[in-house]
C-alpha cells in the first residue's frame, strides 16, 4: 500500500514569497491532516479536513495560510506571503474514517530567508 | 485542553542497555496515547497506541508502553538497545471522541542516542 505523499521534499523561498505544498493521502482515507513542525518542537495541528470539508482550523492562521481538499482526495496547503517564522517542516497525515491514529508522510521542509 | 510532557530532551544508552522514556500527560479526560518515532529527514511512524483495555501495549521493533492513569504517564521502554533504535521520539495523546481521532497533541520529543 502506497504511504502518504507530499510535493517538494525541500523548499527554499524568501520571505514575503508565496509557497504551495502539495499532499496525496493512502487511497480510501476519510481524514487528512496538515501538521507545522518547527524544530525542535513537536508537530502542531494546522487543520484538519473530514473529505473536502474543514473540520478543525482553529490552529491555522488563517490571515496568512489557506489550505484545501478539492474532491476529498489531494491537498495542498499555500502561505502567502511567508514570514521567517513559518520555516518549518510541513507533514501531512491521512487516516481512514473511525481510526485512531493518522498516518504521516515524509513532509516538506520549508526555509524562509 | 490536553497537554504531554516529555521528560529529557535527550536520552543516551549504550547499546544493549534497558531504554526508558518518559511521558506525562495531561487532560480533562481519558485520553488516546501514542508513541511515534521519527528518523532524520523522514515522517513519523507509529511505534503503539493505547486507546482501551491492556494497559500494557507491546508495540513494533520491541518497544512497549504502560497507561498508568494514576500517574498520568504512557512511558516508553526496551529492554535492549540497538544502535537502530537512535532516533526522535515522540509521545502524543489525541482525544477519545469520534470526532478527535488523529488530532494528535505532540510533546516537544526525546532525542535517543545510542553507543556502542
Known amino acids: 500500500e502506497a504511504g502518504v505523499a507530499q510535493s517538494p521534499r525541500y523548499k527554499i523561498i524568501e520571505k514575503r514569497q508565496s509557497v504551495a505544498f502539495w499532499c496525496n493521502p493512502i487511497?480510501?482515507?476519510?481524514?487528512l491532516y496538515w501538521y507545522q513542525q518547527i524544530l525542535g518542537q513537536g508537530p502542531k495541528l494546522l487543520i484538519q479536513?473530514?473529505?473536502?470539508?474543514?473540520?478543525?482550523d482553529s490552529q491555522l492562521p488563517k490571515d496568512r495560510f489557506s489550505a484545501e481538499r478539492l474532491k476529498g482526495v489531494d491537498s495542498t496547503l499555500k502561505i502567502q506571503p511567508a514570514k521567517l517564522e513559518d520555516s518549518a517542516v510541513y507533514l501531512c497525515?491521512?487516516?481512514?474514517?473511525?481510526?485512531?491514529?493518522?498516518?504521516f508522510g515524509q513532509g516538506t521542509r520549508l526555509t524562509v530567508v | 485542553a490536553q497537554s504531554v510532557t516529555q521528560l529529557g530532551s535527550h536520552v543516551s544508552v549504550s547499546e544493549g542497555a534497558l531504554v526508558l522514556l518518559r511521558c506525562n500527560y495531561s487532560s480533562s479526560v481519558p485520553p488516546y496515547l501514542f508513541w511515534y518515532v521519527q528518523y532524520p529527514n523522514q515522517g513519523l511512524q507509529l511505534l503503539l497506541k493505547y486507546t482501551t483495555g491492556a494497559t500494557l501495549v507491546k508495540g513494533i521493533n520491541g518497544f512497549e508502553a504502560e497507561f498508568k492513569k494514576s500517574e498520568t504517564s504512557f512511558h516508553l521502554t526496551k529492554p535492549s538497545a540497538h544502535m537502530s533504535d537512535a532516533a526522535e521520539y515522540f509521545c502524543a495523546v489525541s482525544p477519545s471522541s469520534l470526532r478527535g481521532y488523529g488530532k494528535l497533541t505532540f510533546g516537544q520529543g526525546t532525542i535517543l542516542t545510542v553507543h556502542p
Open positions: 497525515a491521512s487516516s481512514p474514517r473511525g481510526h485512531t491514529e493518522a498516518f
Open positions: 487511497s480510501g482515507h476519510a481524514t
Open positions: 479536513f473530514q473529505n473536502n470539508g474543514v473540520v478543525d
